[in-house]
């Protein structure tokens, strides 16, 4: 069975500092997709970032990135330029290619600090 | 704001009675997913129907159940509800139904309490 580790239940940054965020998975398939979701106090949950594991490029998204290491089974999210908007819960989610579930972390309580 | 909608944004009711949580989907997506989110943890996964069809089932109880209707919209429906469903319950949408890998986006949950 596939599962998602995030080991950090809570984080802070100053703002204008960059933090990064941990996630582990295990699985034995290779046809895998791996994302970032943000939620804020709203609760809203809202992509941030998307990884395909075929990919061996690091997926981008203006602030944010990610430090992919398959052969580690570890999908780390780097916010640089922290911004106080980025207070939030993280979420790292997997999901097998061409099925449908997602599988969910714990999740990273991250606050940024004025 | 993703395109998935959920009504009500909250409901609080007593234990032993029914809800019903409805979705709909952003437009064109025919992949309609449940999640349910108990306090400070991580999304479960309840069930997924794509194109009125159910197509996937999680941990979900025998005491809920889901349809997607023609329109595509979709509800949960929750009985002989206990303490324990409370939570956030999410629903989300993606285009297709697992042929492909498509992202899903999250409507901004239905928040249950049960008293």
């Known amino acids: 069975a596939q599962t998602v580790t995030q080991s950090q239940p809570e984080m802070s940054v100053q703002e204008a500092e960059t933090v990064t965020l941990s996630c582990t998975y295990d699985?034995?398939?290779?046809?895998?997709?791996l994302f970032w979701y943000k939620q804020p106090p709203s609760r809203q949950m809202i992509l941030v970032i998307r990884?395909?594991?075929?990919?061996?490029q690091n997926a981008t998204e203006n602030r944010f990135s990610v430090n992919f290491q398959k052969a580690a089974k570890s999908f780390s999210l780097k916010i640089s330029d922290s911004q106080l908007g980025d207070t939030a819960m993280y979420f790292c989610a997997f999901t097998l290619g061409g099925t449908y579930k997602y599988i969910f972390g714990t999740g990273t309580r991250l606050k940024v600090l004025a | 704001d993703s395109g998935v909608t959920q009504t009500p944004k909250h409901l609080i009711t007593a234990t032993g009675q029914r809800v019903t949580l409805r979705c709909s989907p952003r437009s064109g997506d025919l992949s309609v997913y449940w999640y349910q989110q108990s306090l400070d943890q991580g999304l479960q996964f309840l069930i997924q129907y794509y194109n009125g069809e159910e197509r996937a089932k999680g941990n979900i109880l025998e005491r809920f159940s889901a349809q997607q209707f023609p329109d595509l919209h979709s509800e949960l429906n929750l009985s002989s509800l206990e303490l324990g469903d409370s939570a956030l319950y999410f629903c989300a949408s993606s285009l297709s139904g697992g042929f492909s890998t498509d992202t899903q986006y999250f409507g901004p949950g239905t928040r249950l309490t049960v008293l």
């Open positions: 699985t034995s398939e290779n046809n895998y997709y």
């Open positions: 990884q395909e594991a075929y990919k061996q």
